[in-house]
T-cell receptor, first 114, second 115 residues
């Protein structure tokens, strides 16, 4: 069974631009969560989607948004990029997104904002 | 809301020695507990989890952890480490009721295995 895939793996953008990251969950998984990992703040929850609906959202500004498609693939978008948005963005999928269900993580997309 | 504290940012250990990585959490509600490992340039891999029942949980790669409710701790142990265990280890919690927080992670402990 293929794991969680994220594209692209690396991305360089400049301040003020916007970016879209993509995540393909494990086949059959309906929940996709996104996390931001930085050296200073560590791993922080961005949001979770289940059956095309945002179910949970972390404490991030509105510049961070996402969506999920009918095939469970998910995208996250960051508009008006700031230097502090440089991070590893991790996507995780699970069968149903319930708290006790294991989340499987992808390799991440490393975003560098110049 | 929950919080997780991993007291050691770095733990150097000699190969074949035992290791304990400490994790304490704070929460006003019941939580599930997890340990993840992250190898360089990779995502996170689940080592083990505590949902309920026996407080001693065994995971992959010879790791185990013990849940202590009174001390709100979930320390990770391995009796004999290998050079391949060099990685970043994250303790995480999630409210049993779910909610807006998703997984809440500690800052991580970098396990350094010395030959």
């Amino acid at each position: 069974k293929a794991g969680v895939t994220q594209t692209p793996r690396y991305l360089i953008k400049t301040r003020g631009q916007q970016v879209t990251l993509s995540c393909s969950p494990i086949s059959g998984h309906r929940s996709v969560s996104w996390y931001q990992q930085t050296p200073g703040q560590g791993l922080q929850f961005l949001f979770e989607y289940f059956s095309e609906t945002q179910r949970n959202k972390g404490n991030f500004p509105g510049r961070f948004s996402g969506r999920q498609f009918s095939n469970s693939r998910s995208e996250m978008n960051v508009s008006t990029l700031e230097l502090g948005d440089s991070a590893l963005y991790l996507c995780a999928s699970s069968l149903d997104g319930t708290p006790r269900t294991e989340q499987f993580f992808g390799p991440g997309t490393r975003l560098t904002v110049l | 809301a929950q919080s997780v504290t991993q007291l050691d940012s770095q733990v150097p250990v000699f190969e074949e020695a035992p290791v304990e990585l400490r994790c304490n959490y704070s929460s006003s509600v019941s939580v599930y507990l997890f340990w993840y490992v992250q190898y360089p340039n990779q995502g996170l891999q689940l080592l083990l989890k505590y949902l309920s029942g026996s407080t001693l949980v065994k995971g992959i790669n010879g790791f185990e952890a013990e849940f202590n409710k009174s001390q709100t701790s979930f320390h990770l142990r391995k009796p004999s480490v290998h050079i391949s265990d060099t990685a970043e280890y994250f303790c995480a919690v999630r409210s049993e009721r779910g909610g807006a927080d998703g997984l809440t992670f500690g800052k991580g402990t970098h396990l350094i295995i010395q030959p």
